[in-house]
Antibody, heavy 118, light 106 residues
Framework: EVKLVESGGGLVQPRRSLKLSCAASGFSFNDYWMGWVRQAPGKGLEWIGEINQDSSTINYTPSLKDKFTISRDNAQNTLYLQMSKLGSEDTAIYYC???????????WGQGVKVTVSS | EIVLTQSPTTMTASPGEKVTITCRASSSVNYMHWYQQKPGASPKPWIYETSKLASGVPDRFSGSGSGTSYSLTINNMEAEDAATYYCQQWNYPSITFGSGTKLEIK
């Protein structure tokens, strides 16, 4: 069974940093592109970015590429999202998801909540 | 960046009614994917590669379209179909989602 479990969320002060993790199991992690998607309260889904199997290609949505960094550790079957200079607009549920060949997120984690507030 | 415009934003349907949600892309895309999301839950893959149903999706759902115009259709709306539906495209290296269609049951 494919499982994606995010962790590392919580309350963080404005302008601080936070690193999220996503532990993957039930599939060969190093065979797949992975991605992050977020959802602000009451809002729609926003793609953050994606990373390929060996971390040689990482793509971001333009508005976040200078704030967020995606990485992975294939030995640990873990995906990461490093977030910096956080603002209230970054308050959201953050999902990690596995990408299929045609850019379709076929598995999602349960999400982790990040609240940016003083 | 390709912008996806979903319509309607919200709608209400009666049990047994046929429902169509559309997703228009600002430029041509090869495929459209759809997700269902209920309150408090993660999005669920629903229709992928325009017309293929994800595992467990009832066959009253269908997807179609090409180029810049895509749709998700429900034949015979059921109460369990009430949810928000999002379309999504992957035009490498960018992924975008539609703003969602909230579907309610009458």
């Amino acid at each position: 069974e494919v499982k994606l479990v995010e962790s590392g969320g919580g309350l963080v002060q404005p302008r601080r940093s936070l690193k999220l993790s996503c532990a993957a199991s039930g599939f060969s992690f190093n065979d797949y592109w992975m991605g992050w998607v977020r959802q602000a309260p009451g809002k729609g889904l926003e793609w953050i970015g994606e990373i390929n199997q060996d971390s040689s290609t990482i793509n971001y949505t333009p508005s976040l590429k200078d704030k967020f960094t995606i990485s992975r550790d294939n030995a640990q079957n873990t995906l990461y999202l490093q977030m910096s200079k956080l603002g209230s607009e970054d308050t959201a549920i953050y999902y990690c998801a596995r990408l299929s060949y045609y850019g379709y997120f076929n598995y999602w984690g349960q999400g982790v909540k990040v609240t940016v507030s003083s | 960046e390709i912008v996806l415009t979903q319509s309607p934003t919200t709608m209400t349907a009666s049990p047994g009614e046929k429902v169509t949600i559309t997703c228009r892309a600002s430029s041509s895309v090869n495929y459209m994917h759809w997700y269902q999301q209920k309150p408090g839950a993660s999005p669920k893959p629903w229709i992928y590669e325009t017309s293929k149903l994800a595992s467990g999706v009832p066959d009253r759902f269908s997807g179609s379209g090409s180029g810049t115009s895509y749709s998700l259709t429900i034949n015979n709306m059921e109460a369990e179909d009430a949810a928000t539906y999002y379309c999504q495209q992957w035009n490498y290296p960018s992924i975008t989602f539609g703003s969602g269609t909230k579907l309610e049951i009458k």
